[in-house]
């Protein structure tokens, strides 16, 4: 069943209708830019990386910060045609699409074929590893995968999957992502020990074979640890205040040639742990980019002058994704090392363990699953509401089926972020327990889903049946 909903899911991922194909013809690798030959090459990656519910709401936070990053980001990719912007968070970018203008979704749609702006993982949100089951983090996938797909073609397909703030990850997990078609996977936390013997011996970069029973190819994928975390490297952090690139000598404090080095001697040091001629540097942190001007501006001046001085270091940058960088090692042909199993449990110093720390503060939020997923022994079902009795439609043998994920996204939102902060847990499990759920229902013998009804209360306590009258819609 699980290969079935993977295949579904890796749908979506490929297309193969004409239209698609010559539509694709100037995105996706296609828009990436050509690497410079003998020469070391750094991909800067600018992205932001938007918790789907931390500190605050989901709403919360898509009113207070979210929607101006993409507002802003938009307008910088608009205003350069070198600039790149990688975007992960489903959750967010469906809020902010449907509130467009038919304009400016006309000019999102164009930085998106033309390669501009480029989605990694596509996933309603980037989901916990350790606790969540495998039928929500499929379900969450196809949320997102679909309205990208529907929304863009096949140039909103993500090539590689972005898990770079899980504690920890799992082969099962990334045995789902390499059925669904991703060619790569990066992430940013695995543990102390394991990352400083993998820095010393340059494997930070594998095959990972995550599953022995569905076997290779199906199962393998091309996954990377980023260096230090998925934020800038130190030194150019400039939303957090760090020095800029000052370049006209006529104004004081004129740092061209400081920052250069700077970041050459970075470059040189990150080099020494990776084997391809290509290093990948995430340009941005959580909630960054409600400036987008200033770190564009910035980072422009800096390209600039790095690309002025490569005859003295030999290092070429320009603006990438991981999708491009996936592409340009994968070209390089080089041999890996192969893993095959988890990277749990996560530590990042000695007694400091992270790994399914999302539950252990509030035990009471693993009731934010429906009662389908709240048993690792369960198996794939859908949830069955009682619908005799309503009327001429729905005959005593009739029933409706839930379609959870499709109308209520902060269902996926508290099941697969599982937030250890309280607020967060109390607002998940407060909207779960009150909101009105607009229900799609099959009833038994036909094939076409219907609107059939309003469910106060879907979500119950353990112990308790999900077999509750549901209120007609006339």
């Not at 379609?403 to 779960?432: A, F, G, K, N, Y």
Request: hydrophobic residues 35%; glycine residues 6%.
């Amino acid at each position: 069943m699980r290969n079935l909903l993977l295949a579904a899911v890796a749908t979506l991922l490929l297309c193969s209708c004409s239209a698609a194909q010559r539509e694709a013809a100037s995105c996706g690798y296609n828009a990436c830019p050509k690497p410079v030959p003998g020469r070391y090459n750094v991909h800067l990656v600018p992205h932001t990386h938007d918790d789907v519910g931390w500190l605050r709401t989901v709403d919360q936070y898509y009113y207070y910060e979210v929607q101006f990053i993409i507002d802003t980001v938009i307008e910088e990719l608009l205003d350069n045609p070198e600039r790149k912007f990688t975007y992960v968070e489903m959750a967010y970018f469906f809020r902010w699409w449907r509130e467009q203008s038919a304009d400016k979704q006309a000019k999102v749609k164009q930085l998106v074929k033309n390669g501009q702006l480029q989605f990694a993982l596509g996933g309603w949100c980037m989901d916990d590893e350790a606790t969540t089951h495998y039928v929500d983090i499929i379900d969450q996938h196809t949320q997102g995968l679909r309205f990208l797909n529907d929304t863009f073609g096949d140039c909103g397909r993500p090539r590689v999957a972005w898990q770079v703030d899980p504690f920890g990850h799992s082969k099962e997990h990334t045995a789902m992502l390499a059925q669904m078609g991703f060619d790569g996977l990066y992430y940013g936390r695995i543990d102390y020990q394991d990352q400083a013997l993998r820095r010393k011996t340059r494997r930070m970069e594998m095959v990972w074979q995550a599953s022995q029973d569905i076997g290779s190819p199906r199962a393998d994928l091309f996954s990377g640890k980023l260096y230090d975390g998925y934020c800038q490297p130190g030194g150019f952090g400039f939303e957090y205040g760090d020095e800029p690139v000052q370049d006209d000598p006529q104004l004081y404090d004129y740092n061209v040639e400081q920052k250069v080095k700077q970041f050459v001697d970075m470059v040189n040091s990150r080099r020494q742990v990776y084997s391809s001629d290509h290093l990948m540097l995430t340009m941005g942190c959580d909630f960054q980019y409600q400036n987008a001007r200033k770190n564009f501006k910035i980072y422009d001046k800096l390209i600039k002058a790095v690309n002025a001085r490569t005859a003295a270091h030999n290092i070429t940058v320009y603006y990438s994704t991981p999708s491009c960088y996936t592409k340009s090692v994968h070209d390089q042909n080089l041999m890996w090392t192969v893993k095959s199993d988890d990277f749990f449990p996560y530590a990042h110093q000695a007694h400091a363990f992270w790994t399914a720390t999302s539950l252990a503060g509030r035990r009471s939020s693993a009731t934010c699953e429906p009662p389908r997923t709240n048993s690792r022994r369960s198996s794939r079902r859908p949830v069955w509401l009682d619908c005799s009795g309503r009327g001429r439609s729905w005959r005593p043998s009739s029933i409706c089926c839930v379609r959870l994920w499709e109308l209520c996204s902060i269902t996926m939102e508290c099941l697969v972020r599982r937030s250890r902060w309280l607020p967060m847990t109390t607002h998940c499990e407060s909207r779960l327990e009150s909101t009105r759920l607009t229900l799609c229902c099959k009833v038994r013998g036909e094939s076409h889903w219907r609107q059939c009804g309003i469910l106060r209360h879907v979500f119950l306590q353990p112990g308790k049946h999900l077999l509750l009258p549901i209120h007609r819609l006339e």
